[in-house]
């Protein structure tokens, strides 16, 4: 047998007509010359530089039909891209996105013949827990989720205008709801301030993680409100401060009808030339209210305090080549009094919390991560210490699975055993 080299390679069909007609017309010539005079040989020619002329009209139709292919993709990857800069000065909207892997949302033009950018996700999760109190019995729970089914709706309307709605539906919800709604102005490469408005999620924390399961920094101090925020995202450098009126107030203001809460937060992040493909990424963030959050938000009695309680975050996280390290630190910034969250009871409280991934990719579809988190003066509502391992295998495009192991320990000595598994799709 020869080998795959030293076979003749098989000519495509296409080549091999027109290597014959190319044989044809050149034998054509002498032919018409032979007989002239001969009214079917000049008919065969006339028809043979038809042919030829059709041939290449056909290659220019499908040359141009190529670039029209190419150049829609490049459009539906540019508005992707778009959608996804648009997204990137609302924290959960960015974050979902990121997490969700969404790599093919296309745009589709609406009639008033604005840039439409759909994308969304579907996540169904199983998990297994199992309490082991200090004091009592051991039990065990079980079950499945739709953990989130969600919908982005990015529109373009110009240059420099962008509106987004994201709809959400997690387990236990009544039904889907708005769970964001903003606009943007600006915020593009040749205008790289912006004004954001609308239903947000304002970054106290960036509470990145490459696990299945919220870290504890957000599951304490994420925050949703209608604010107000305006900023600056340079290549490496990102500004933003805003506002709005949270629930909770201080006592002396009630009834409380004026924005009352501010936040500000810097972040920068190198680009991966700088660094030899590495990239490195610090911010801080401050907030005059961190019991905005809405965890915390619910923890305070009539939704007043003495005095507001400041509250702050700062993040440091670092990618090169297969390894990702990201950790961050929330805080309140002064302790609230006695009797001011419910879950103190009598105490005086300072919640914090903190949390730290380190990832390895050694392949283009798989992520191991380990994680390692905590929070204090948070009593039985969330662990003291967490520590676990993820892993996550995007087996087809857009379809990925996960599988993770948690391990909390509480203040009072009760620990607790979750395992989560996770099939989620992007569009």
Request: charged letters at 25%; proline letters at 4%.
């Amino acid at each position: 047998m020869g080998s795959e080299l030293t076979r003749p390679k098989r000519l495509p069909l296409a080549k091999k007509i027109s290597i014959g007609l190319l044989g044809g017309l050149l034998c054509l010539p002498g032919m018409a010359q032979a007989a002239e005079l001969d009214p079917a040989v000049q008919a065969l020619v006339n028809e043979v530089k038809e042919l030829r002329m059709r041939l290449n009209q056909m290659e220019s139709r499908l040359e141009d039909a190529k670039k029209k292919a190419e150049a829609a993709t490049l459009q539906a990857d540019k508005a992707r891209m778009e959608a996804r800069k648009s997204t990137s000065t609302s924290l959960k909207a960015s974050s979902m996105l990121s997490k969700a892997q969404v790599k093919k949302a296309e745009g589709v033009l609406t009639e008033a013949g604005k840039r439409l950018t759909i994308a969304g996700a579907v996540e169904l999760e199983g998990y297994y827990e199992k309490m082991d109190p200090k004091n009592g019995e051991e039990s065990k729970t079980s079950g499945l989720d739709l953990a989130t089914a969600e919908v982005f709706f990015t529109a373009n309307i110009n240059d420099y205008t962008t509106g987004v709605i994201h709809m959400l539906w997690e387990e236990g919800d009544d039904g889907v709801g708005l769970d964001e709604g903003f606009i943007v102005l600006g915020d593009t490469e040749d205008m790289p301030f912006y004004l954001m408005g609308g239903r947000i999620y304002p970054a106290i924390g960036m509470f990145e993680s490459y696990f299945i399961s919220d870290p504890l920094t957000l599951e304490v101090f994420e925050t949703q409100a209608t604010a107000a925020e305006v900023g600056w995202n340079g290549e490496w450098l990102s500004i933003g401060a805003g506002l709005y009126n949270s629930d909770v107030a201080e006592i002396d203001d009630a009834p409380d009808d004026n924005i009352n809460t501010f936040y500000a937060r810097v972040q920068v992040e190198t680009p991966e030339e700088m660094l030899n493909g590495a990239v490195v990424k610090a911010g801080v963030a401050y907030t005059n209210n961190i019991a905005g959050s809405d965890f915390l938000r619910e923890q305070v009695p009539g939704d007043g305090l003495d005095d507001l309680v400041g509250g702050w975050s700062v993040m440091a996280g670092v990618e090169f080549g297969m390894f990702a390290f990201t950790g961050e630190y929330v805080a309140a910034l002064d302790d609230f009094k006695a009797g001011e969250l419910g879950f103190a009871g009598d105490e005086k409280a300072s919640p914090s919390a903190y949390n730290l991934e380190l990832a390895f990719m050694p392949l283009d579809k798989w992520t191991f991560a380990a994680r390692y988190e905590g929070t204090s003066d948070l009593y039985e509502e969330h662990p003291e210490h967490q520590y676990g391992l993820a892993a996550s295998w995007e087996f087809l495009p857009d379809t990925a699975w996960s599988v993770e192991y948690l391990r909390g320990e509480f203040e009072n000595d009760d620990t607790r055993d979750l395992v989560t598994t996770q099939l989620a799709v992007a569009f």
